[in-house]
């Protein structure tokens, strides 16, 4: 079992970056593909990004293709979301997850697919 903890939300203006990482500890960090996550009130948790468990092949959700940027430090056993020019749009719950991968260029997109979570940072945008 892998325990995943965020960290690095807080209150940015619109325009303004953020950057969430995620320590994982527990297991093989370069065992695992990683997502993160985001939920806002009332809505349901969406795909944000993802990386394969050896880093290779990263997936990024359209809304923040361009701006989001996915990463992961095997030194550190940490996983990185870079968040630049921030929006309204992007307050929410982030939260990293992980899943096991049996090959290289796996990641998954939906929540179902990740047994392992963390308890989320919030991030809120001010216009």
């Known amino acids: 079992q892998v325990q995943l903890a965020e960290s690095g939300g807080g209150l940015v203006q619109a325009g303004g970056s953020l950057r969430l990482s995620c320590a994982a500890s527990?297991?093989?960090?370069?065992?695992?593909?990683m997502g993160w996550f985001r939920q806002a009130p009332g809505k349901e948790r969406e795909f944000v990004a993802a990386?394969?468990?050896?880093?290779?092949?990263?997936g990024i959700e359209d809304s923040v293709k361009g701006r989001f940027t996915i990463s992961r430090d095997y030194a550190k056993n940490t996983l990185y979301l870079q968040m630049n020019s921030l929006t309204p749009n992007d307050p929410a719950v982030y939260y990293c997850?992980?899943?096991?991968?049996?090959?290289?260029?796996?990641?998954?997109?939906?929540?179902?697919?990740?047994?392992?979570w963390g308890q989320g940072t919030q991030v809120t945008v001010s216009s």
């Open positions: 990386i394969s468990r050896d880093g290779v092949t990263t």
């Open positions: 997850a992980a899943a096991y991968a049996y090959r290289g260029g796996y990641y998954g997109t939906r929540p179902g697919e990740y047994p392992y």
């Open positions: 527990g297991r093989t960090f370069s065992s695992y593909a």
